[in-house]
Structures are given as C-alpha cells and as structure tokens.
C-alpha cells in the first residue's frame, strides 16, 4: 500500500473512534425536576427505580401501570418505601402466574 493509502486508512479509523467516544459521552440522563409530597395508591404502580447519578434531587421514579412516571422524594417519605416493598411483592408474585390476570397489568417482565 502506499504512504498516502495507509494515511487514509489512519484518518478513517481515528474518526471513527472519535466520533463513537463523543456519541456515548451525550447520552441523555432522565432526572426529575420536582417531586411529589402527595400520596399515590400503590395499586397505581408497576414498577420503581432510583434515579440517575448526577441529577440534583434525590428522588424514586414511579411508573404507573399504564406507563407515566411520576417522581417521589426516597428520603422524606414513608409511602415510597411500602409502594416499593409492595411492587417488589407484586412483581414476585406475577412472575410466579406468568404475568396473566389483572393483578398484573401493567407489569413487565424482567
């Protein structure tokens, strides 16, 4: 190959791990900008996680059984922690009738 072949060959390269370095690098962090202080129905809620690293408030996301997320203060509230206990019950008990019935609307396999 020729010098200028293997230049190309170089410059192609390094773009492309460039490029693939600073897509990774934007990848969007879902935060909450508010939380709720109002008590939800936990018959509401089909599943929980903590929010990202990095966001400014300490919050639980919720996600209803038909699929809207509301965000709750983890360290305030006492109802977020037995919402959570109880999708984790949910969840568990789902998985054991296969996901089938009403009980189970809305929750997703895992």
């Known amino acids: 190959m020729t010098p200028w072949g293997d230049a190309k060959l170089f410059f192609c390269i390094f773009f492309i791990i460039c490029?693939?370095?600073v897509t990774e690098a934007q990848v969007?962090?879902?935060?909450c900008l508010s939380v709720t202080r109002k008590t939800i129905d936990k018959k509401l809620i089909a599943?929980?996680?903590e929010q990202a690293e990095g966001c400014s408030i300490d919050a639980t996301i919720l996600v209803t059984r038909r699929g809207l997320k509301l965000c709750a203060s983890?360290?305030?509230?006492?109802?977020v922690k037995d919402v959570m206990t109880h999708v984790d019950r949910l969840k568990k008990k789902c998985k054991k009738e296969?996901?089938?019935g009403n009980r189970c609307f809305?929750?997703?396999p895992e």
Do not use: H, I, L
């Open 47 to 49: 599943d929980y996680r």
């Open 19 to 21: 490029c693939s370095t």
């Open 74 to 79: 983890t360290k305030e509230v006492k109802w």
């Open 98 to 100: 296969n996901y089938q």
């Open 106 to 108: 809305g929750v997703k």
């Open 28 to 31: 969007p962090v879902d935060c």
